[in-house]
């Protein structure tokens, strides 16, 4: 559809930008499922993901991309210098989880992996970033391929160990800042459990903030049936995990949004005998920045509290294990990119969500670069099968990102992730 506008030079008008780079669409999906398959089948841990990177580097490389391996260990960037205009960033997450996938799928992973414990672990793209990096792998390619129909920088950006908080701010601390162009926009997004074919939007909080940590506490071990004798770490842990449930029932208020989850809870070997300590692992979702910080504060006061209540030998350890930041799109650029998607796909495809609880590292690149950013979800699930399992009541069932059965449908989810992000980068990338 046209505005009636036209750019300066004699490229096509803005709004047939994306018909002139999508028209190449079938011909790159072949190989985009190929690749999607490949990397599914052969997942990689945080920091783990050579292979992975390998294969993006190589596709970035073919299609005439500068291509710069090995930033923040495992991270690849692609540089596409195209004539003046805007630098758009386009990122891809690429680390598996260690999950044992139960999907049943004819390309399942059944790779084993040694984790930074040394334990052998089943690995699993439970999170759906096989997809996120055969998206941006095709999209590059469709963008070098229709170079004649816009101008500017395009920089794609293939990062390790989202899931493990740490793969953003490794590339940053590794020079990327200084080494790249700095971007005019930072686009990225993520599958999620929606319906196939839809794109899900929202300016401002896109998703919470995270903190994880591990509290350990000393007791004092004795024989199961002399317990006068001991300082039982087990009844302290118990206690402290039923009272951090009351930071979000007695401590946040109505319309605070906060989740906190005690994920781990372990202490002693054998019945009869009452350990020296226990360790309890939590995690905090929380959506504001003050609320953060007041819910971080309980914790560390109850936790101490119950251990001095208890008669701890010694004052408990708590150690932070990762943190995510809030991801924040800003409110601009996510108008520009939402009129592009309600331009390129149905009305009823484009829908604003609301904040998640799920958490996410991407946020670092544009609050750290100091330049706006936007992030997006795509439905994975089967239209049909969402539908039935809305009207009975049944969504909850659906599997999500982290679960065993995670297995978004290939297609339209592939199409849709591919001209998402094309159509999202040419907002900026006028000819």
């Not at 930072?186 to 995270?210: E, F, K, N």
């Not at 998607?341 to 799920?358: E, I, L, N």
Request: include cysteine.
């Amino acid at each position: 559809m046209s505005t009636g506008i036209r750019n300066s030079g004699a490229g096509p008008e803005k709004a047939d930008l994306p018909h002139a780079v999508l028209i190449h669409l079938e011909a790159v999906l072949p190989e985009a499922e190929a690749i999607y398959k490949d990397i599914h089948a052969h997942p990689e841990l945080s920091m783990q993901e050579t292979r992975t990177a390998g294969i993006a580097a190589d596709r970035l490389r073919a299609a005439g991309f500068e291509v710069t391996a090995g930033i923040g260990r495992t991270g690849v960037v692609g540089l596409l210098r195209n004539g003046e205009g805007a630098t758009v960033m386009l990122r891809a997450d690429m680390d598996a989880l260690p999950v044992l996938e139960a999907t049943g799928l004819a390309y399942a992973s059944t790779v084993v992996a040694q984790d930074r414990s040394g334990s052998k672990v089943p690995v699993m793209h439970a999170c759906g970033h096989d997809l996120h990096v055969a998206w941006l792998i095709a999209a590059a390619t469709l963008l070098a391929r229709s170079r004649e129909s816009w101008k500017g920088t395009l920089m794609v950006v293939f990062q390790p160990a989202e899931e493990t908080a740490e793969g953003a701010q490794a590339m940053i601390d590794d020079g990327l800042f200084r080494r790249f162009p700095k971007p005019d926009v930072v686009l990225g997004q993520h599958v999620m459990s929606l319906p196939a074919g839809v794109l899900a939007w929202r300016a401002g909080v896109v998703s919470s903030a995270a903190d994880s940590m591990q509290i350990r506490l000393f007791g004092r071990g004795a024989h199961g049936s002399m317990p006068e004798a001991s300082i039982d770490p087990v009844v302290m842990a118990a206690a402290t995990v039923m009272r951090l449930q009351t930071i979000v029932s007695r401590e946040t208020g109505a319309s605070e949004a906060v989740v906190l989850t005690i994920g781990s809870l372990q202490a002693g070997t054998k019945e009869n005998v009452i350990p020296d300590e226990a360790v309890i692992k939590l995690n905090v979702r929380t959506f504001d920045e003050n609320v953060r910080k007041r819910v971080l504060a309980s914790i560390e006061r109850i936790v101490n509290a119950e251990a001095a209540a208890s008669g701890a030998v010694k004052m408990p350890e708590i150690t932070m294990l990762d943190r995510y930041s809030m991801v924040t799109n800003d409110a601009e650029a996510t108008r520009v990119v939402v009129d592009a998607f309600r331009s390129s796909f149905p009305a009823g495809d484009v829908q604003q969500t609301k904040p998640t609880s799920a958490s996410e590292d991407f946020g670092c690149f544009g609050s750290q670069w100091h330049v706006p950013s936007v992030f997006w979800f795509v439905g994975g699930v089967d239209r049909a099968l969402y539908a039935k399992a809305k009207e009975e009541n049944r969504l909850s069932e659906i599997p999500t990102n982290h679960n065993p059965h995670f297995a978004p449908v290939i297609h339209p989810t592939l199409e849709t992730g591919i001209r998402a992000m094309v159509v999202a980068s040419l907002a900026w990338l006028a000819a």
